[in-house]
């Protein structure tokens, strides 16, 4: 089944080995339809990747070898402080060296605790994503899950991040249209607030996915 966006967002909460399960059945399926595959997280949950797709029955020593699967725990931050303009420039790098190197186009996941490094300062975020999502629209080789872990984002974070993507990742094989999409300018008003917040605790609910 095709995702209705090759944007898209991962709300959840509780421990995020919780969702390992699903990510690797997404990076598996996308590798064998010919995508680099890209995830970025902690070290512990890159290892947590590394044997969940091995269950699956990958053969990570030789998808790592051949750059098929990158599964990296290296910053990508400077002393703490979170580059939008350089994360974008990295990952439109890397695509473009997945396309030059024979494959059909890049997949990629990170955690965006993570991602955002010591600091947490998240008011860079909706520059990021909206600059994010423009090189979705331009680059339609490029495909990806945003993950929001509830349990370490602030809220004003899990908001922004549900206004700004497309689609809602809600198992292996569903993803939702989501019908926040840039639908209100920051900041939002109480109304479109509150409907954000039920929409967010509605998808922390779904815990058996």
């Not at 269950?55 to 599964?71: F, H, N, P, R």
């Not at 030059?100 to 909706?126: I, R």
């Not at 409907?195 to 058996?208: G, H, N, V």
């Amino acid at each position: 089944m095709e995702p209705v966006s090759r944007h898209q967002c991962l709300i959840y909460e509780g421990s995020p080995s919780q969702k390992l399960g699903i990510l690797a059945a997404i990076l598996q399926r996308k590798l064998n339809e010919g995508y680099r595959c890209l995830y970025l997280n902690s070290a512990p949950m890159v290892a947590g990747m590394a044997s969940t797709l091995a269950a699956l029955g990958v053969d990570m020593a030789s998808e790592t070898e051949k750059g098929s699967i990158i599964l990296s725990s290296e910053p990508v931050t400077s002393d703490g402080d979170f580059n939008s303009e350089l994360m974008l420039s990295q990952l439109e790098n890397s695509l473009d060296q997945a396309i030059k190197d024979g494959y059909k186009g890049l997949w990629a996941s990170g955690d965006m605790t993570w991602e955002f490094g010591a600091k947490k300062d998240f008011s860079k975020l909706m520059e990021y994503e909206l600059g994010l999502e423009n090189v979705f629209r331009r680059r339609k080789e490029l495909c990806g899950i945003c993950q929001y872990h509830h349990d370490t984002l602030p809220k004003d974070a899990l908001q922004q991040g549900l206004l700004l993507h497309p689609g809602i990742l809600i198992s292996e094989t569903l993803t939702q249209v989501n019908p926040h999409y840039l639908k209100s300018n920051w900041p939002v008003d109480q109304n479109t607030s509150n409907e954000l917040d039920e929409t967010i605790a509605q998808l922390c609910r779904k815990r058996d996915n």
